[in-house]
């Protein structure tokens, strides 16, 4: 007695390692250059003086209370921490001008200290870190992207992306 089978034969293993690498090749991203304004300023963050002083990007969504990201002089973007405003020493540059989020994307040198403590953010249903602001000064207005998508700079999109600049 024969038994026949009704599969379907199967590829041979080299035609479907073949057709693996065609694929794979055809998905990889072509580089970009890199944009002019982001090497300007990753080398101006590497020639920056330390000190006791941070560097914060303002991110305002319509959505959302965090203030937006802080880092460290000398320290690239992607090292920043999205942070709380503690506003109880000095209040946050919009909320003076009593233009909330006017300021979104400017970039200030800040003045203060992270408390240590963690601050409950009721919108993302996340815990971030709070700084303790003692006085700024806007350094620019329309710094280049830290951004992959620029749609984050939209306060009315919900999206929070970290910095990769």
């Given at each position: 007695m024969t038994f026949h089978s009704t599969k379907a034969p199967r590829p041979p293993l080299h035609f479907i390692l073949l057709l693996?690498?065609?694929?794979?090749?055809?998905?990889?991203?072509?580089?970009?250059?890199?944009?002019?304004?982001?090497?300007?300023?990753n080398a101006a963050i590497l020639r920056e003086t330390p000190g006791n002083y941070f560097f914060g990007r303002r991110m305002f969504k319509k959505d959302y209370k965090m203030w937006g990201w802080v880092r460290e002089p000398g320290m690239p973007w992607k090292s920043a921490k999205l942070v709380m405003m503690n506003e109880q020493r000095m209040i946050a540059p919009d909320r003076a001008s009593g233009k909330l989020g006017v300021d979104n994307n400017y970039d200030y040198r800040l003045e203060?200290?992270?408390?240590?403590?963690?601050?409950?953010?009721?919108?993302?249903?996340?815990?971030?870190?709070?700084?303790?602001l003692t006085g700024y000064e806007l350094i620019r207005t329309n710094p280049p992207s830290i951004y992959i998508v620029d749609k984050q700079l939209d306060p009315a999109i919900r999206i929070i992306n970290t910095p990769v600049e």
């Open positions: 693996s690498v065609v694929i794979f090749v055809g998905c990889q991203t072509v580089p970009q250059p890199p944009d002019p304004a982001r090497v300007l300023m203060g200290a992270f408390s240590g403590d963690m601050v409950y953010e009721p919108a993302s249903d996340k815990f971030y870190p709070e700084f303790v």
